[in-house]
């Protein structure tokens, strides 16, 4: 590959795969509109993160989480996929890719056509919502109302349980399956695509690294360096829609 990687190289790379995983973060997203998490103007730079703590004890903390999940301040769902999501479903269509390991929670990869059952969500997913008790599954049209006209804290219509949005917040546990799946999908891929990721949340980024040691070809597309592009076999400083559609162009 030539000095300054380019679009065509990673054409190339993506064309010589047999098991790719594709690894994503906000970066992918931000092209759709969501804000990322980290930098100025970022979600946390304007509300602060609610422990998972907090949330369990504190009535209003979980008030508060559900005002933002309600009323969309965080700016996490609602949007629709960019460019970048729909070249990796095609990917995911055409079989090069097996397994869509992602950061993100907006849903968006599913939108996109990626079947749910390709898709590992790292940190949840912000669309829906769980029992912290039964596991039960709720939709968050079905508790909107509730709360925005009676004030009511959704509970689990199952078991009385307290209910949250299907995200990891700060503070939980990372979820046994997720992890464990994205491990093997790691372990069984001969190419790593990172997308959109500043690879500094752990332990969702020490699975670029598995994979390389593990003799995948590892290449990074993102905005901004990485602590990770001296490992990588290519790294493209690029915008990942116009990158991706690019090196993956619908037939």
């Not at 709360?147 to 804290?153: N, P, R, S």
Request: proline letters at 6%; one cysteine or more; glycine letters at 8%.
């Amino acid at each position: 590959m030539s000095p300054r990687p380019t679009r065509a190289d990673l054409a190339r790379l993506i064309a010589d795969a047999r098991r790719m995983v594709v690894f994503t973060g906000a970066g992918i997203s931000t092209e759709s509109g969501i804000p990322d998490f980290r930098s100025p103007g970022g979600v946390w730079s304007r509300m602060k993160p609610i422990y998972f703590q907090d949330f369990v004890s504190d009535p209003a903390k979980r008030r508060e989480a559900w005002e933002r999940a309600f009323t969309g301040r965080a700016g996490w769902v609602g949007r629709a996929p960019n460019a970048g999501h729909f070249a990796v479903a095609r990917l995911v269509e055409r079989g090069t890719v097996s397994a869509v390991i992602t950061q993100n929670v907006d849903n968006l990869h599913q939108d996109s056509g990626v079947p749910a059952d390709k898709v590992i969500e790292l940190h949840g997913n912000a669309s829906y919502a769980k029992c912290l008790e039964c596991g039960e599954r709720h939709e968050l049209a079905a508790l909107k109302d509730s709360f925005l006209k009676a004030g009511e804290i959704p509970h689990c219509r199952r078991c009385g349980g307290l209910v949250k949005t299907a995200t990891i917040s700060f503070g939980q546990a990372m979820p046994a399956e997720s992890m464990a799946r994205a491990e093997a999908a790691t372990l069984d891929c001969d190419v790593f695509l990172v997308l959109g990721s500043s690879l500094v949340v752990h332990p969702a980024a020490g699975f670029p690294l598995l994979a390389k040691r593990n003799g995948a070809r590892l290449a990074i597309v993102n905005r901004e360096p990485t602590d990770l592009d001296g490992f990588a076999d290519l790294v493209l400083h690029d915008e990942i829609g116009p990158a991706l559609t690019a090196a993956a162009p619908a037939n």
